[in-house]
């Protein structure tokens, strides 16, 4: 019955927000109705997150007149959600104050929508067909939404704005559900009734519920930006098809609802294409396109010389292996501010920080401690991550499971707050922990890391979310030329061929100089061996492996 009067209303063709006494009397029973449909559900972890989220709108319907909210709606699945919600809430606040009875003509909010040219067609349709149907007071504008509110701010009294904002989502860091816009902005109350919602909720609320939400989310979009960077999750896709996907609510792991938007290669040059340089044309961009990883080991026992440390050398290796340049590998104590300071430091200046070492229960094991100091945030209980925790518990603790348990996963459930996505796969017993672009790596030997590189690579494929360039090749050559003869020579080839890493080495003191070559382009490396040898004596250079 919910549905079919939802479908009623939609069919109507209506844009004036001051609708007929019936369909009043027919928008103040959907109020109810979602209170009613949360409430008849077996899905105790959705009606608890309702509670919280309408008592979240009743405070700020408490501290706030209408006249001083506003609620920004953006057509995406989290203010839909939070549409409803404060519907819903706006009903048991006027229920509380013995009102319900005559008030419930239409929602009073206004309504904020910033339109942008690079919206979905889809998304301007379903904003404008919803502000018809729930008389809903809408501001359009046009501007970007810093310099959108500023104007707004400044005609109307609004002291507190509604906002879709999830823990997972980036502007969400560090937030609370009543939370002062930040320093530079106009001034203003953030609130977030859905703050602590995952990706479940939402669609456990919208599905329950029974409410429309935008048809884009039926074709296998997960997560809706502008049409620039937004396609369907490559993890929805139907066998067998290149262009159907299932819907948005069957994806199995919310934490990958950002895997459809795309991500464009960055170059060497901050995006310019290098000029032509001794052959190197921009054909060959692709290439030379350059992605940057560093690499931190975390452990005293490396410091200390205890250890040698094979897993840095062993990523690099795979990383050259899909086209990727490693900036820095570095090695710092077990403390949480060494951690801190170097993931803060490599984080700026690469495509992706991987970090292993220091992760686990012990005293030493401070490396998420240290990520999540490096990104501002709070560390806060995983529900998802405690899950996995409790099962090693189970197959590895051989004493009191429940005094163990107690301190173990307090302290292993604890991600970064509102950056962690939680990358599962099924050869990983705990799955693979990103927090924005670090990835912490729980290997303790090569075969280890062996199997959490390939099950990075597998998953990161499937969420187009690694972009796969082409693989570093390299070639070497030897010579008994002494460090003086061939210094001069070797600087002018560099210059020659900008596009190639040149290096020299020893595997002895008084041993022949080995000159390696590497890059993306085997012909490029071949054209400067021979541009090398031309500089001397044909027989002066041999080739190696």
Known sequence: MFAFRLTTLNSLSFRNPFCSDSVFRLLRLFNMEIDKAIRECDDRRLQTKYNNATYVVQRALALYSIEEVAFSFNGGKDSTVLLHILRAGYFLHKKGQNSVNGDLKDFPIRTIYFESPCAFPEINSFTYDTAAIYGLQIDTISLDFKSGLEALLKEKPIRAIFLGVRIGDPTAVGQEQFSPSSPGWPPFMRLNPILDWSYRDVWAFLLTCKVNYCSLYDQGYT??????????????????????????????????????????????????????SNGLTSQDSYKNSMLTASIIAVGDEILFGNLEDLLGPYLCRKLHSIGWSVLQHSAVHNNIDSVAEEVERQKSKSDMVFIYGGVGPLHSDVTIAGIAKAFGVRLAPDEEFEEYLRHIIGDQCTGDRNELSSKWEERMAQLPEGITELWHHDKLSVPLIKCENVIILSATNVPEMEKQWDCWIELAKSSDLLALL?????????????????????????????DLYIGCYRNARYGSLIVSFKGKDLTRIESAIKALQKKFQPSAFIETK
């Open 223 to 276: 997560s809706i930006g502008s049409i620039y960077d937004t396609v369907p999750n490559s993890l929805l896709c139907i066998s067998n098809s290149s262009n159907k996907f299932k819907p948005a609510y069957l994806l199995a792991d919310g934490r990958l609802e950002r895997a459809g938007r795309a991500k464009r290669p960055s170059t060497s040059t901050g995006g310019q294409i290098p000029a032509e």
């Open 470 to 498: 082409e693989p570093y090749v390299s070639k070497h050559v030897t010579t008994n030329l002494s460090d003086v003869e061939i210094a001069q020579p070797l600087s002018k080839l560099c210059l020659e061929f900008p």
